[in-house]
């Protein structure tokens, strides 16, 4: 069943009303071809905090709103807009004037832009526009909003982020990661890079001793100290109970995948030392590189594997096969 937040429906609501805005006022412009009624339609924006533009093509001439002059550090009124912007030389107003591009491109229905505001913040808008023409089908104006949708974009960010994170690890969940994974093993090239799998080493036994509140604190922090040794491009994830994996982007060499296998184990001893865990936290690591025709299903298996040899080893330890 789909569940429509009062979000999406507020959402909703403000692009129907932007919509219906700039087609009634492109209806009557055309009708009237009266600069009055631009005024006070651009009034009436002003007052209603709306950046709102109209470019003239025939004239080319920009006129903007109040808030969407100050948006953009712009006048109201920009006359010989093209000409301006083909030999802008100033950084500012060569960016604002990408952003007007991309506001009167057609079907700009769908397109969100990043714009900096006053405040060093970045904002999100969405953008809408709506075509004007002459009674011969000449293309003569084009009317465009950006609608402030930066607080609806936070929230569903906010609502996508927790639905691909664990819970307690702050780590990948495992639907993500396997997702995330098995899209990065079909598009990278053979030798490339590397999956690891680890669990924590008797970790039934810190459970039964220390009891289950301890033992998440465990988990907390070897996913913090997973994290600690990895790159930025690469994946780590929780696969369920004390099980992790992660995803070496861009391998430089075997040996890499075994150094960041004995970065983890050492960061993982170090850091529930830290954190006074009465007992010593280990873990055991299996990894392969990945290989021709793999797909995350053998890759997997085979990490498998390998993390049993490295239990057979003696635990707090890795084997990685090529």
């Known amino acids: 069943m789909i569940i429509i937040t009062a979000e999406a429906w507020r959402l909703a609501a403000v692009f129907l009303g932007i ?3 700039l087609s009634f006022y492109a209806l009557y412009r055309a009708r009237l071809q009266s600069r009055a009624l631009q005024e006070k339609f651009f009034k009436l924006a002003a007052s209603a905090n709306l950046y709102i533009f109209e470019y003239d093509i025939r004239k080319d001439e920009l006129q903007l709103s109040a808030p969407c002059a100050e948006l953009f550090g712009l006048p109201v009124c920009v006359p010989n807009y093209m000409e301006q912007a083909k030999k802008n030389s100033d950084r500012h107003q060569a960016r604002a004037a990408a952003y007007f591009d991309a506001a009167m491109a057609r079907q700009t229905g769908q397109v969100k832009l990043r714009i900096p505001l006053s405040d060093n913040s970045i904002g999100v808008f969405q953008v ?4 004007s023409y002459d009674q011969q089908g000449q293309l003569e104006s084009i009317i465009g909003l950006f609608a402030d949708v930066t607080a609806e ?8 982020v927790k ?4 819970a307690l690890t702050k780590v990948y969940n495992s639907g993500t ?7 990065a093993i079909t598009v990278a090239p053979v030798g490339t890079a590397a999956l ?3 669990d924590v080493d008797h970790f039934k036994g810190v459970n039964d001793s220390l009891g289950h509140q301890s033992g998440d604190r465990v988990l907390q922090i070897v996913a913090r100290s997973i994290k600690s040794v990895l790159r930025c ?3 780590v994830g929780r696969l369920g109970g004390d099980e992790f994996c992660v995803y070496l982007a861009e391998l430089p060499s075997y040996e890499f995948a075994c150094e960041v296998c004995g970065r983890i184990n050492h960061a993982v001893i170090e850091d529930t030392m830290r954190a006074e865990i009465p007992m010593k936290i280990t873990v055991s690591i299996g990894g392969t590189v990945l290989r021709d025709v793999d797909d995350f299903e053998a890759a997997y298996a085979r990490a498998d594997l390998s993390l049993y040899e490295a239990k057979k080893l003696g635990r707090n330890t890795f084997v990685v096969v090529r």
């Open 128 to 131: 809408s526009n709506e075509f």
């Open 177 to 183: 990661v396997r997702r995330m994974m098995a899209d």
């Open 163 to 166: 639905a691909q994170v664990d």
């Open 233 to 235: 491009s690469d994946i």
């Open 196 to 198: 690891l799998i680890l």
């Open 19 to 21: 919509a219906l805005l």
């Open 153 to 160: 974009f936070r929230h569903q960010e906010k609502l996508t």
